[in-house]
């Protein structure tokens, strides 16, 4: 699978430098993407049961369980576009714990179209 923007975990990387626990399973996730041709939400379930999908195009946060790191990424046609990446604390600011928020964070960055 192709990967979009992965510039948004690097700089989660370099914001958590030294932390090499989380380092390692953010790269875990990349290689994981990289290798993986998913079709079906099942697909991914097998291989990352924290996949948590938000809406019905294909956008999923990715729960990194050692430092309740969350990131979103939209699976589409072999493509894997990293949209969002941060704490859950930071998580929370911006989406509120709300498939509602999510949505509207994502039509106004013309993710996804009503």
Not at 17 to 42: A, H, P
């Amino acid at each position: 699978m192709r990967i979009i923007n992965l510039g948004v975990l690097t700089k989660h990387i370099k914001k958590n430098r030294g932390n090499t626990k989380l380092v390692k399973e953010i790269k875990d996730l990349v290689q994981t993407l990289e290798t993986s041709n998913w079709f079906s939400e099942e697909d991914i379930k097998k291989v990352r049961p924290d996949a948590d999908r938000v809406n019905p195009i294909g956008c999923y946060f990715f729960n990194i369980h050692y430092d309740r790191t969350l990131i979103l990424i939209e699976i589409n046609n072999g493509e894997a576009e990293i949209l969002w990446c941060g704490s859950h604390q930071s998580y929370d600011r911006t989406f509120k714990n709300n498939k509602v928020t999510i949505r509207r964070w994502l039509l106004e960055r013309k993710i996804i179209k009503k």
